[in-house]
């Protein structure tokens, strides 16, 4: 099974070394020069055929680094997406090309903008459950997360907090 978005060439030369998950506190992640917060997906049913996965990003670097392939035990592949208004319809598209990590920058991946899809789940996504996924950065390597899923309506993690 496929679970990359981009072609084993560009994978080829991202760092390989698997590296344990540094957390920062229960919902951020560190790896590198890179720091991803909050990382959440919502419920979903056993059928269905798409889930989405949202963070935010910092690069706190001095140098650009791009996220360029995503995969989880629980999706059968994972695809970087943005979605963008044009002549007033919500259009959504692939990002072959992963998504760039501006040094200094953060990049919000989070519903009606850029996100992960994790196309055909392989099973419901549970409401205060959790979902692994590993995240392979061009720069900084691999990293494994945790989306906490939230309820199936939600517009953010249910830990988010005021001022972070």
């Given at each position: 099974m496929r679970r990359r978005f981009?072609?084993?060439?560009?994978?080829?030369?991202?760092?390989?070394?698997?590296?344990?998950a540094s957390p920062?506190?229960?919902?951020?992640?560190?790896?590198?020069?890179?720091?991803?917060?909050?990382?959440?997906?919502?419920?979903?049913?056993?059928?269905?055929?798409?889930?989405?996965?949202?963070?935010?990003?910092?690069?706190?670097?001095s140098l650009p680094d791009r996220l360029i392939s995503a995969e989880t035990p629980m999706a059968r592949t994972v695809e970087a997406h943005e979605m963008n208004m044009t002549d007033g319809v919500m259009r959504m598209r692939p990002m072959p090309g992963g998504i760039p990590l501006p040094p200094g920058g953060t990049v919000w991946l989070r519903p009606g903008g850029m996100h992960l899809m994790l196309v055909g789940p392989t099973g419901?996504?549970?409401?205060?459950?959790?979902?692994?996924?590993?995240?392979?950065?061009?720069?900084?390597?691999?990293?494994?997360?945790?989306?906490?899923?939230?309820?199936?309506?939600?517009?953010?993690?249910?830990?988010?907090?005021?001022?972070?």
């Open positions: 981009l072609s084993a060439g560009l994978l080829a030369c991202a760092s390989v070394s698997l590296l344990p920062a506190s229960a919902h951020d992640f560190r790896v590198g020069d890179l720091v991803i917060d909050h990382p959440w997906s919502r419920a979903v049913g056993a059928s269905a055929p798409t889930a989405a996965g949202y963070m935010s990003i910092a690069n706190r670097g419901a996504f549970v409401p205060g459950g959790s979902v692994p996924l590993t995240l392979r950065f061009e720069r900084a390597g691999t990293v494994i997360v945790e989306l906490e899923v939230a309820s199936a309506g939600a517009r953010a993690p249910a830990t988010e907090h005021q001022g972070h």
